[in-house]
């Protein structure tokens, strides 16, 4: 599998077969200047409908857009677990569906604008997770110290921030520093793409940071 994090909380995920599959695609303008995304799929996922994570038009191809789960698009399975926006319950913005896929013999989650810790019991839905995207800005999201602590609960074997404040995003939120510090197993890029392998996985939790495509 080959991921590659467009910008914010969007990835193209593409299987060894060549299915593609986007996660949360922004729309372009205000706090987000990343460019526009110019990416074909089979499919789109969208964790909530704001518009920094609700823009499946700006994907080319008619891929089938998922609100929900569960769902397989060619050889790609896709579920998801409702989880909330903030940490009452979906009072204050609404829920949000983490989505997990089944690809080349990986379970990768991605969850979207979480906004709480995990119960349990959503911890166990998720499953055994390979590859973790998980927001780390605060604010909007969870904050560096309880993705810290959902990393912990969850233990993947990469994990990779998203939705945190860059050049390219002004919303007030923080940037990747405060969720790295003090932690060792951080393994920076010099690109927005990696190829995962799942007979190649590391043994503990290993952090990926990605420049954004966009």
Known sequence: MKLKWLGHASFLLTSDSGTRIVTDPFKTGGPLSYAEINETADAVTLSHTHNDHNNPEAVKGNPKIIKAGPETVKDVKISGVTTHHDDAAGQKRGHNTAFCFDIDGLHVCHMGDLGHELSDKQASDLGKVDVLLLPVGGY?????????????????????PMHYK??????PIAT?????????????????????????????????????AL
């Not at 909007?140 to 990779?160: G, L, Q």
């Not at 860059?166 to 919303?171: A, G, I, L, N, V």
């Not at 932690?183 to 793409?193: F, H, L, M």
């Open 140 to 160: 909007y999201t969870i904050d560096a110290a309880a993705a810290t602590r959902v990393i912990e609960h969850i233990k993947p074997r990469i994990a990779i």
């Open 176 to 212: 990747a520093d405060e969720f790295l510090k003090g932690k060792k197993n951080v393994r920076r890029t010099a690109g927005s793409e990696i190829e995962i392998k799942a007979g190649k996985l590391p043994m503990g939790t290993e952090i990926v940071v990605l420049e954004p």
């Open 166 to 171: 860059t050049s390219k995003c002004t919303y």
